[in-house]
């Protein structure tokens, strides 16, 4: 079966400081790829999606990047945070008409 | 994708059926209704979809109207477990991902 795993679960870090999150995907393959961020209390909005290795499409301009070099890891990372970083990340898999799985989730607070 | 209109919170008592509205009037003869939940401070998970026949699984019923432009997900017997936000999602298969922006949802609670 196909699991997805997320770390850290949760995270401070001070402002200006650098980031990185990563995503990893077990038991499939040539997964479509998404980072979502969702701010308290409201609906989770697209970052990012990969389709495959290296590839990568951005959904809304920000602070943040992310890459995937393999076919199963996707990192989300950003050079220098800003307080509005601050949310629950999420990252998630998919294949072809089966939807969306998502990770447990990093909640950062910038400090 | 098609935007899906939902309630933005329900009430429902433990043991009865829970069921969540969704409107997407505008979906496309090759869009599924997807609906997913999201317990707090947890990642959302899958329950259910459909394209034009109705569903069941092990979680839920999907009941989708003869014109597709709504649909209800059922919960037979609601636990309090089952508190959380419910997402209808509206999407096309095979169009390069699951690029679907999740809207507010329906925030049910389940009441003892």
């Known amino acids: 079966s196909q699991t997805i795993h997320q770390w850290p679960a949760t995270l401070v870090q001070p402002v200006g400081s650098p980031l990185s999150l990563e995503c990893t995907v077990e038991?499939?393959?040539?997964?479509?790829l998404y980072w979502y961020r969702q701010a308290a209390g409201r609906g989770l909005q697209l970052l990012f999606y990969?389709?495959?290795?290296?590839?990568i499409s951005s959904e809304v301009p920000q602070n943040l990047s992310a890459s995937r070099p393999q076919d199963r890891q996707f990192i989300l990372s950003s050079k220098k945070l800003l307080l509005s970083d601050s949310g629950f990340y999420l990252c998630?898999?998919?294949?072809?008409?089966?939807?969306?799985?998502f990770g447990q989730g990093t909640r950062l607070t910038v400090v | 994708d098609a935007k899906t209109t939902q309630p933005p919170s329900m009430d429902c008592a433990e043991g009865r059926a829970a069921n969540l509205p969704c409107n997407h009037s505008?979906?496309?003869?090759?869009?599924?209704v997807y609906w997913y939940r999201q317990i707090h401070s947890q990642g959302p998970q899958y329950i259910i979809h459909?394209?034009?026949n109705n569903e069941t699984n092990e979680m839920a019923s999907l009941i989708i109207t003869e014109d597709r432009k709504s649909s209800t997900l059922i919960l037979p017997h609601a636990t309090l477990r089952d508190t959380a936000v419910y997402y209808c999602?509206?999407?096309?298969?095979?169009?390069?991902?699951?690029?679907?922006?999740f809207g507010a949802g329906t925030r049910l609670f389940v009441k003892a």
């Open positions: 505008t979906i496309s003869g090759n869009e599924y």
């Open positions: 459909g394209l034009k």
């Open positions: 038991g499939t393959s040539n997964p479509n």
């Open positions: 999602i509206v999407r096309a298969a095979y169009t390069g991902g699951f690029k679907t922006i």
């Open positions: 998630a898999w998919s294949v072809e008409e089966k939807g969306a799985f």
């Open positions: 990969s389709v495959g290795i290296g590839q």
